[in-house]
């Protein structure tokens, strides 16, 4: 609740008043089946103050404030979906397996070709998508195909600047749009540089970049902020190609 009032709401409230405030947005669920006594009550303030919150907080009074308190509980409440075990596999089977229907058998071979040539090899992502560029870095790397993952995007960008023809750049975003990440493909590119791009299926500037594009298909089972988007998708296409590679050089 105190998140989405203004500053200058905020600053014209009493301490007291801040502190009847403070107890309502830690105990919502509570304040429902209290009366105006009861609060004063249990925040250890006065039925005056609470008032004067209201009036401040732009309600008629008390009871229309616990009406618009509980409103905007049941409409969060709705927003929250359990995802059940069986949610998250389904989910997860649905990704795979429509991101392996897309999957191009010529682009992996043709990816398969560059890592069986004499092309430099290298990696380049962020955050989670680094991780997993990373991963098949090193897979490369324990059968003895040297390449480098970049972990710092000013030397990643200070070798683009030197690349050629004889380079291949391996790059993943499921958004397409990280700033550093395309930063990096382009500079690669305008050096003749071959762009390998890992992305979602929407239309970005990344994949645009890539004169191989794998894109994966991802959703998300909850509204979280934070980016927990699952990889696994993008690390089965590498894996694919990785299995296909060492199956060929055996």
Same mark, same amino acid.
């Given at each position: ?39 004063? &009550? #249990?925040?250890? !303030?006065?039925?005056?103050?609470? /008032? ?9 009074? =008390? *009871? +229309? ?72 870095? &090193? #897979?490369?790397? !324990?059968?003895?195909?040297?390449? /480098? ?9 200070? =070798? *683009? +600047? ?89």
């Amino acid at each position: 609740m105190i998140e989405n009032l203004s500053i200058e709401i905020i600053n014209s409230l009493t301490l007291s008043e801040l502190d009847v405030l403070r107890f309502i947005d830690k105990n919502i669920e509570k304040i429902f089946s209290l009366s105006i006594q009861d609060l004063a &009550k #249990e925040s250890f !303030s006065s039925t005056a103050t609470i /008032i004067r919150l209201c009036k401040k907080l732009n309600f008629s009074g =008390y *009871a +229309e404030l616990k009406y618009a308190l509980k409103n905007d509980f049941e409409k969060n409440k709705s927003k929250t979906k359990t995802v059940s075990f069986y949610d998250a596999i389904q989910n997860n089977i649905n990704n795979i397996t429509f991101t392996l229907q897309n999957l191009d058998e010529k682009n992996v071979n043709k990816i398969v070709d560059i890592l069986k040539s004499n092309m430099n090899i290298y990696f380049f992502g962020k955050g989670l998508n680094g991780t997993i560029l990373e991963y098949a870095s &090193k #897979e490369l790397l !324990s059968h003895a195909r040297n390449n /480098i993952f970049f972990q710092d995007t000013h030397i990643a960008y200070l =070798y *683009a +600047e030197k690349m050629n023809k004889n380079d291949c750049v391996f790059l993943a975003s499921l958004s397409g749009k990280t700033h550093q990440t395309v930063r990096m493909g382009q500079i690669a590119k305008s050096r003749g540089a071959t762009i390998i791009s890992l992305t979602g299926t929407k239309e970005n500037d990344l994949a645009k970049l890539g004169d191989y594009h794998l894109s994966v298909v991802t959703s998300q089972l909850n509204d979280s902020k934070i980016d927990n988007v699952s990889r696994a998708p993008m690390l089965i296409i590498l894996n694919i190609i990785l299995e296909t590679y060492f199956n060929q050089i055996a």
